[in-house]
């Protein structure tokens, strides 16, 4: 059974941040450190957010681990890297007094080698109730894809959802108003289910949002009990279909995309802390502009990560410290920025601010009306408030400029009103 969003989802563009990078943490903690009460710099970057014209702030692990956040030592302690709850306190509190909900990312699909209850199941062995906390392969702990430093629970053990249940209901109780549930897929949709039962009928305002690469995500959706999921289709075929110059293949991701929106709407994006950022991924500079586009105007729950609206670059390679170049640090505050990202920022503000003034495209259908190898027009409609509204995007990778189809146009990367130009696009109110 799908169950509904909270409605202040639907109105929702999120900034993604990874606080550990964001701040400058140290790449791994060292027992009996001081806390060092990073999370202020953070506070520092709300008005930045408020400005982008992002109300959401989708945060990375803030909780205490050993090294990148995902390999956990304790879910109702803050990471000391980063600070204490009264630092957690305050950014939460002051993202609420501008309006900006926050959603923490949830990790309980693998824990730290470290932790004391892979500790305790180790020492007991499988078949026993302390055992029964973690999963097990051939008399060893099974270890979350291979990473010998993150031990895997196990959620079908009621004492683990029992756990996993109280984290989730301490910190929406502290006033956060959200998960992301960490590698989701891994545990699969019956071992949520039961939990994210609980969760919603104590907090129905809370909002669950499940990181889910492949599969049948609609049926996902449908057993686990989140609202939503991480959009992974749409996201390779942005960048895949502008690189190959083969609009057919987003045409294709679109008709899935429209079948998803008929069962819950997905969290979209075009960068995020796992994968090579969207201006690196692209062969063409000229296209970035094609890629936001599409993240803002398509349906869905956008969420913008953090430095993709400056222009960063970053390569996510596959070896230890291979996350680095796409987690980095920022300056103590907005204005230490390079001038350099002033325009992909701009264009990211009217973007956004398209997208707040049009708030029924988060369910809108999706028809492509035409498309080849260098060309795509998409429309975005919807029967809302006793309106019909509609919205065209256009987009053109040819070395040649194209007629501009039919409609008011409401953004454009060129001046020129009648023509697309030369990998331009267009977006069209009808």
Same mark, same amino acid.
């Given at each position: 059974?799908?169950?509904?969003?909270?409605?202040?989802?639907?109105?929702?563009?999120?900034?993604?941040?990874?606080?550990?990078?964001?701040?400058?943490?140290?790449?791994?903690? $060292? =027992?009996?450190?001081?806390?060092?009460?990073?999370?202020?710099?953070? $506070?520092?970057?709300?008005?930045?957010?408020?400005?982008?014209?992002?109300?959401?702030?989708?945060?990375?692990? $803030?909780?205490?681990?050993?090294?990148?956040?995902?390999? @956990?030592?304790?879910?109702?302690? +803050?990471?000391?890297?980063?600070?204490?709850?009264?630092?957690?306190?305050? &950014?939460?509190?002051?993202?609420?007094?501008?309006? #900006?909900?926050?959603?923490?990312?949830?990790?309980?699909?693998?824990?730290?080698?470290?932790?004391?209850?892979?500790?305790?199941?180790?020492?007991?062995?499988?078949?026993? !109730?302390?055992?029964?906390?973690?999963? %097990?392969?051939?008399?060893?702990?099974?270890?979350?894809?291979?990473?010998?430093?993150?031990?895997?629970?196990?959620?079908?053990?009621?004492?683990?959802?029992?756990? #996993?249940?109280?984290?989730?209901?301490? %910190?929406?109780?502290?006033?956060?108003?959200?998960? *992301?549930?960490?590698?989701?897929?891994?545990?699969?949709?019956?071992?949520? =289910?039961?939990?994210?039962?609980?969760?919603?009928?104590?907090?129905?305002?809370?909002?669950?949002?499940?990181?889910?690469?492949?599969?049948?995500?609609?049926?996902?959706?449908? *057993?686990?009990?989140? /609202?939503?999921?991480?959009?992974?289709?749409? %996201?390779?075929?942005?960048?895949?279909?502008?690189?190959? @110059?083969?609009? %057919?293949?987003?045409? /294709?991701?679109?008709?899935?995309?429209?079948?998803?929106? =008929?069962?819950?709407?997905?969290?979209?994006?075009?960068?995020? /802390?796992?994968?090579?950022?969207?201006?690196?991924?692209?062969?063409?500079?000229?296209?970035?502009?094609?890629?936001?586009?599409?993240?803002?105007?398509?349906?869905? #729950?956008?969420?913008?990560?953090?430095?993709?609206?400056?222009?960063?670059?970053?390569?996510?390679?596959?070896?230890?410290?291979?996350?680095?170049?796409?987690?980095?640090?920022?300056?103590?505050? !907005?204005?230490?920025?390079?001038?350099?990202?002033?325009?992909?920022?701009?264009?990211?503000?009217?973007?956004?601010?398209?997208?707040?003034?049009?708030?029924?495209?988060? *369910?809108?259908?999706?028809?492509?009306?035409? +498309?080849?190898?260098?060309?795509? $027009?998409?429309?975005?409609?919807?029967?809302?408030?006793?309106?019909?509204?509609?919205?065209? #995007? =256009?987009?053109?990778?040819?070395?040649?400029?194209?007629?501009?189809?039919?409609?008011?146009?409401?953004? /454009?990367?060129?001046?020129? &009103?009648?023509?697309?130009?030369?990998?331009?696009?267009?977006?069209?109110?009808?």
């Amino acid at each position: 059974m799908t169950v509904s969003q909270p409605a202040w989802v639907d109105y929702s563009v999120w900034w993604h941040c990874y606080p550990l990078g964001f701040t400058d943490a140290e790449r791994r903690r $060292v =027992a009996g450190d001081p806390v060092t009460h990073r999370l202020e710099h953070l $506070v520092g970057w709300l008005d930045y957010l408020v400005s982008l014209g992002c109300n959401g702030l989708l945060l990375g692990p $803030v909780f205490a681990s050993v090294s990148h956040g995902y390999d @956990t030592l304790d879910h109702y302690r +803050v990471d000391a890297r980063l600070g204490d709850e009264a630092d957690l306190r305050r &950014l939460v509190d002051e993202a609420h007094r501008r309006g #900006i909900r926050v959603v923490l990312d949830g990790v309980f699909n693998h824990v730290a080698r470290e932790h004391p209850a892979v500790a305790r199941a180790e020492a007991a062995g499988p078949g026993t !109730p302390d055992g029964s906390w973690v999963q %097990w392969v051939d008399g060893y702990v099974r270890c979350f894809e291979g990473h010998l430093d993150m031990p895997e629970l196990d959620l079908s053990t009621p004492a683990v959802r029992d756990h #996993i249940v109280g984290v989730m209901e301490h %910190w929406l109780a502290f006033g956060i108003d959200g998960w *992301r549930l960490d590698a989701a897929y891994a545990p699969g949709p019956d071992a949520w =289910a039961p939990i994210t039962a609980r969760v919603r009928a104590d907090f129905p305002e809370a909002w669950l949002l499940g990181e889910v690469i492949h599969g049948d995500v609609a049926d996902f959706v449908r *057993r686990s009990g989140v /609202h939503s999921l991480t959009q992974y289709e749409l %996201w390779k075929a942005i960048w895949s279909s502008l690189n190959d @110059t083969n609009f %057919w293949e987003l045409a /294709h991701a679109l008709e899935r995309h429209r079948a998803f929106l =008929a069962t819950f709407v997905p969290q979209t994006f075009i960068g995020n /802390h796992d994968v090579t950022r969207i201006r690196s991924m692209l062969n063409d500079d000229r296209h970035l502009g094609h890629a936001v586009v599409l993240l803002m105007v398509l349906p869905g #729950i956008p969420s913008i990560y953090y430095g993709d609206e400056q222009g960063f670059v970053g390569t996510k390679e596959d070896r230890p410290g291979g996350d680095d170049q796409i987690r980095p640090a920022m300056p103590p505050r !907005p204005e230490n920025l390079s001038l350099l990202g002033r325009p992909i920022l701009a264009q990211h503000q009217a973007l956004i601010a398209l997208r707040r003034r049009h708030p029924w495209l988060v *369910r809108a259908d999706i028809a492509v009306v035409a +498309v080849t190898n260098e060309t795509i $027009v998409i429309e975005c409609s919807s029967e809302s408030g006793g309106a019909h509204h509609e919205i065209a #995007i =256009a987009l053109n990778v040819d070395d040649a400029p194209r007629p501009m189809p039919s409609g008011t146009v409401i953004a /454009h990367s060129a001046e020129d &009103l009648m023509e697309i130009e030369a990998h331009g696009w267009a977006v069209l109110e009808r």
